[in-house]
Every structure is written in structure tokens, then in C-alpha cells.
């Protein structure tokens, strides 16, 4: 049974744009996602999941989403920064208007991963902002790479976690001025 639902999973994320992010090579059925068992109970760390799970799965609503539901009415344009369609890969690696959240909260990440697997290694992975936006996004992507260090997957998504947060924290204040 779990070995149907495992495959129609496999299926789903390959025709469902909101999927393309997941790793689902390691979700599997009956087990959640890293993303939940590395939460804390408290009620901030819950709504940090809830902001990172929305992203996961494409359902937070940003300036191109807007653009499409609206059937190509809305401008795409992101409203922070007036520099290109606003979605993801925008948001978390190119906004100017977000670029003082992100440098502080990617440096942690970037610091904790070549802790592990050193610069170099680095450069080479994670050579454009695609990439990046994976990691950022569900970084089990790339658990085969930090399988042959000492990185802990749950330290890197607790700092991917709070990344998103501070992300989503920054864009609301800025909207709303």
C-alpha cells in the first residue's frame, strides 16, 4: 500500500509545478517531512513552519502568483523592488529590497554548510540561484552531497526555517509601509 502511495507521490511532483521543489526521493509515506520533525513546540516555531511548508509546497501567495490567478491582469513586477516578477527564486536570492534580511540570514547557512563541505565543494554545487533556492527550500535536495560529512540535516533546516521567517517577517513590514 505505502508503495502506491510512494509512487503516486513521484508522479504528483513531476506534473505539479508546486511540488518541484520537494525532495521526494526522502519522503516518504507514514514518515512527515524533516520540516516538521525538527520543530520546537512553541507557537513561533510552529508558524515558522507554517510560513516554510507554504513556500515548500508553492501555496504562499507572492506578486506572480497574483499575476496568474488574476489572469494576467496584475502585474508579476515584485512591489518591493520594482525589478522583476516576484516569485520565489526572487524573493529569496535577488530582491534588492529584502538583500540586508538575506545577507543576514543566509551567512549562517552558507557558514554551517562549508563547515562541512569547504568552499570549493560549495562553488560548485551551488552555482547559480536556482540552486540556492532549493537548498533553501528543501534542503534534503541535496542530502546525498552532506551524507558524507558530519552535517546534521536538522541543524540546516532549523537554519533554513528561520531564514524563511525573517524572509516572510521583512516582506510584510515593507508591504505594509
Not at 18 to 42: C, D, E, F, M, W
Not at 136 to 159: A, G, P, R, V, Y
Request: proline share 3%; with cysteine.
Amino acid at each position: 500500500m505505502s508503495n502506491y502511495w510512494n509512487n503516486a507521490l513521484q508522479i504528483d511532483t513531476v506534473q505539479k509545478t508546486s511540488l518541484r521543489y520537494l525532495a521526494v526521493n526522502y519522503i516518504k509515506t507514514g514518515k512527515p517531512h524533516i520540516s516538521y520533525t525538527t520543530l520546537q513546540p512553541t507557537i513561533v516555531d510552529v508558524w515558522k513552519g507554517i510560513i516554510k511548508s507554504r513556500m515548500m509546497t508553492r501555496t504562499y501567495t507572492l506578486q506572480a502568483d497574483r499575476h496568474k490567478l488574476s489572469r494576467y491582469e496584475i502585474a508579476p513586477t515584485c512591489q518591493l523592488c520594482n525589478q522583476g516578477p516576484e516569485d520565489l527564486p526572487h524573493m529569496l536570492t535577488t530582491c534588492s529590497a529584502l538583500s540586508e534580511t538575506r545577507k543576514e540570514t543566509f551567512a549562517p547557512i552558507k557558514i554551517y554548510i562549508t563547515k562541512f563541505i569547504r568552499e570549493r565543494k560549495w562553488k560548485e554545487t551551488f552555482i547559480d540561484r536556482h540552486k540556492i533556492t532549493v537548498l533553501i527550500i528543501d534542503c534534503t535536495n541535496f542530502t546525498h552531497i552532506f551524507s558524507e560529512s558530519k552535517l546534521k540535516i536538522e541543524e540546516l533546516e532549523t537554519l533554513t526555517r528561520n531564514m524563511f521567517y525573517k524572509m516572510h517577517d521583512s516582506r510584510l513590514k515593507l508591504i505594509s509601509v
